[in-house]
């Protein structure tokens, strides 16, 4: 089993709509939670980055982590043509390993 | 503001080849690192470097060699190239703990 379980997607939604991006991880010693975006052929660039439990807010992006539950959510509000890409979600204990998962890959219609 | 440079951009080797990505960076970060990104699997980490004069194994290390040549230059040496190190390789850098900036990544294809 993989430390860290996320959908591969594609995930295909209308200009407009709430996107929810999902992971799920297995080691409760994670406390440093990111997400990243990978347009094509481009490196990762970061998202959002979190603490332990708890909301994160900034802008049309909202991060979740739900530690109890292993279970970290990143939404998107408005989504844009633009926001197509890939969603890596990352997280690490308190050293330098960072753990990603697989990535979602999203597509927003016009 | 180049940010993390990584060269080349592409490459093919044949099986048995030998070669070095190199990786800098301008933002005066500590720590570097090597990953690879293959379909499925996610980014890996190969070898990291906290600071300057330090390496650490990641997670795939086999076949695989580095060096921090100074603070700002981190490379990846494969010694003996081979089909299942086809991928696609990204170099990044840190401040320590906080986030991690990525270099555009070099597509390496061993036949």
């Known amino acids: 089993q993989k430390e860290v379980e996320q959908d591969p997607g594609p995930l295909s939604v209308p200009e407009g709509a709430i996107v929810s991006l999902n992971c799920t991880y297995s080691?409760?010693?994670?406390?440093?939670f990111m997400w990243y975006r990978q347009y094509s052929r481009k490196g990762p660039e970061l998202l959002m980055y979190t603490y332990s439990s708890g909301n994160k807010e900034d802008g049309r992006f909202t991060a979740q982590v739900d530690k109890s539950s292993k279970y970290i959510s990143l939404f998107i509000r408005d989504s844009q043509p633009s926001d197509s890409a890939t969603y890596l979600c990352a997280m690490r204990t308190g050293g330098f390993k960072t753990i990603f998962g697989a990535g979602t890959r999203l597509f927003v219609k016009a | 503001n180049a940010g993390v440079t990584q060269t080349p951009k592409f490459q093919v080797l044949k099986t048995g080849q030998s070669m070095t990505l190199q990786c800098a960076q301008d933002m005066n970060h500590n720590s570097m690192y090597w990953y690879r990104q293959d379909p499925g699997m996610g980014l890996r980490l190969i070898y990291y470097?906290?600071?300057?004069?330090?390496?650490d194994k990641g997670e795939v290390p086999n076949g695989y060699n580095v060096s921090r040549l100074n603070k700002r230059e981190f490379s990846l040496r494969l010694e003996s190239a081979a089909p299942s190190q086809t991928s696609v390789y990204f170099c990044?850098?840190?401040?320590?703990?906080?986030?991690?900036?990525f270099g555009q990544g070099t597509r390496l294809t061993v036949v």
């Open positions: 470097s906290a600071s300057e004069g330090t390496t």
């Open positions: 990044a850098s840190s401040s320590g703990s906080e986030q991690a900036f």
């Open positions: 080691n409760s010693a994670f406390q440093y």
